[in-house]
Nanobody
Framework: QVQLVESGGGLVQPGGSLRLSCAAN????????MGWYRQAPGNRRELVAI????????YLASVKGRFTISRNNAKNTVVYLQMNSLKPEDTAVYYC??????????WGQGTQVTVSS
């Protein structure tokens, strides 16, 4: 079993920065993909950024150049999302996800990010 624990959300003014962290505990295989998704009220959950064990990354178009995903490759179990130049439209609950073994998916409990003046 795998558990994901997120931290780092909060309230920030437009233009500010936040760093989200997600730590995975349990049986983690070396080949996996970790990522961040978000869901705003009334909207579908959407992919924000993902990174695989080869450090391949992919971003939602609206966050490119502002957000950076990275991971602790020494253990391959911690993923970060550095969010800069935050906008009100980035407000959402952010979820961490780990995918491995092609079919196994695990989600964190979510952390609220609110961008408001």
């Amino acid at each position: 079993q795998v558990q994901l624990v997120e931290s780092g959300g909060g309230l920030v003014q437009p233009g500010g920065s936040l760093r989200l962290s997600c730590a995975a505990n349990g049986i983690i295989f070396s080949i996996n993909t970790m990522g961040w998704y978000r869901q705003a009220p009334g909207n579908r959950r959407e992919l924000v950024a993902i990174i695989d064990n080869n450090d391949f990354t992919h971003y939602l178009a609206s966050v490119k150049g502002r957000f950076t995903i990275s991971r602790n490759n020494a253990k391959n179990t911690v993923v970060y999302l550095q969010m800069n130049s935050l906008k009100p439209e980035d407000t959402a609950v952010y979820y961490c996800k780990l995918a491995q073994n092609r079919v196994d998916e695990y989600w964190g409990q979510g952390t609220q990010v609110t961008v408001s003046s």
